[in-house]
């Protein structure tokens, strides 16, 4: 979008007083958001450029606010222009977790960032956000089936198909309703968290803020789409994250059985939501770079369903449509394609 690249210019140059600086790409998302580093005098700023059309800054700016009351990590809102979607803000650089973590690291990177996470969740006020209520949780699982399934891997779902489908949705969004209501980022995960030398982690990416399940933030981070640990250390950390929070004076009268259960099948929704959305990715939007991730994203669902007897029919149903290698096949065959017809890929 060159238009809004020059847009950007002229907002620098003539509301901001920018002359001699340069302009670079920082980073992309999944969203219509463009991140670009502004350098000037040894000092950078990163502009965040959301479309109006497409995106709405204000509740970016809301959060932002409401985590750096907090004492979180996140970025400073410097200038805005939400008319046009355009913001600056302080730079907190580009270390992410992703990218650091390894196994002489991520007990205190992860230490850091459940740390972070329970100040978010007792700090952070949850008046005028929206809530993660039911009719929202059945949407985000309906991605699953109608994206992934149906137009992904070309399934022809049957009734007794969604009818299984829509028992197991209805259960998993009654686990999460069970659960108390806390501030939810929404993507706490080691794509949206920044490695700082001070005040671990810087946190991004939270303007889908919401009400909701307390697991929720914390299976994103521990069951992470992008990267994953052995279930030994997962269940060694929720039980670390469960006694801060009774040492804190939460959760007093839940016991690590049913707090271990909200953990797993919050996941459990999370998991083939992100899997929906990253098949949407692909088709709607142009972005495979996401389809990668899948297989892993995959597997924590199957570990889930083979967990508990009341998935077992959902258990079934995903083990006999062979879902991973469907899916590895289909990008075999997308790799043909672009290699026969020359298509490249950005991004």
């Known amino acids: 979008m060159p238009q809004r690249l020059e847009a950007i210019r002229r907002w620098l140059t003539q509301e901001l007083g920018y002359r001699e600086y340069?302009?670079?790409?920082?980073?992309?998302?999944a969203s219509f958001r463009r991140y670009f580093r502004v350098t000037r005098d040894g000092d950078s700023r990163i502009v965040m450029d959301a479309p109006p059309d497409k995106e709405d800054s204000r509740p970016f700016v809301d959060i932002a606010r409401r985590l750096r009351e907090a004492g979180?990590?996140?970025?400073?809102?410097?200038?805005?222009?939400?008319?046009?979607?355009?913001?600056?803000?302080?730079?907190?650089?580009?270390?992410?977790?992703?990218?650091e973590?390894?196994?002489?690291?991520?007990?205190?990177?992860?230490?850091?960032?459940?740390?972070?996470?329970?100040?978010m969740q007792s700090r952070v006020g949850t008046s005028g956000l929206p809530a993660y209520d039911e009719k929202l949780l059945i949407f985000e699982l309906s991605l699953f089936?109608?994206?992934?399934l149906s137009r992904h891997l070309g399934l022809s779902l049957s009734d007794a198909d969604r009818s299984v489908l829509t028992t197991a949705f209805q259960r998993l969004a009654a686990n999460a309703l069970a659960q108390p209501r806390v501030f939810v980022h929404r993507d706490y995960?080691?794509?949206?968290?920044?490695v700082l030398p001070e005040g671990n982690p810087g946190i991004l990416d939270f303007q889908g803020a919401v009400e909701g399940p307390i697991t929720y933030d914390l299976v994103s981070l521990l069951?992470?789409?992008?990267?994953?640990?052995?279930?030994?250390?997962?269940?060694r950390w929720l039980a670390d994250f469960m006694d801060r929070l009774r040492g804190e004076g939460s959760l007093e009268t839940v016991d690590h059985a049913t707090f271990r259960r909200w953990f797993d099948w919050m996941g459990l929704q999370r998991h083939l939501?992100?899997?929906?959305?990253?098949?949407?990715?692909q088709h709607r939007?142009?972005?495979?770079?996401?389809?990668?991730?899948?297989?892993?994203t995959l597997d924590y669902v199957l570990g889930v369903t083979g967990r508990y007897r009341e998935l077992a029919d959902l258990h079934g149903r995903l083990e006999g449509w062979h879902l991973k290698e469907r899916h590895l096949e289909t990008l075999r065959s997308t790799e043909t394609d672009r290699v026969k017809h020359g298509n490249s890929e950005i991004g």
């Not at 939501?273 to 990715?281: D, E, H, N, T, V």
């Not at 939007?285 to 892993?296: E, N, Q, S, T």
Request: charged residues 25%.
């Open 273 to 281: 939501k992100a899997i929906g959305i990253f098949a949407r990715l």
């Open 22 to 29: 340069a302009l670079e790409p920082a980073s992309t998302d």
């Open 285 to 296: 939007d142009g972005k495979p770079g996401y389809l990668a991730d899948i297989p892993r």
């Open 223 to 235: 069951r992470d789409c992008y990267v994953s640990w052995s279930e030994m250390d997962v269940q």
């Open 101 to 119: 973590l390894g196994d002489d690291t991520r007990e205190p990177l992860y230490g850091d960032a459940m740390a972070a996470l329970a100040l």
């Open 189 to 194: 995960h080691s794509r949206n968290l920044m």
């Open 72 to 99: 979180l990590s996140a970025p400073e809102v410097l200038a805005s222009d939400l008319d046009r979607g355009f913001l600056l803000l302080t730079d907190l650089g580009d270390r992410l977790y992703l990218a």
């Open 145 to 148: 089936p109608d994206w992934f």
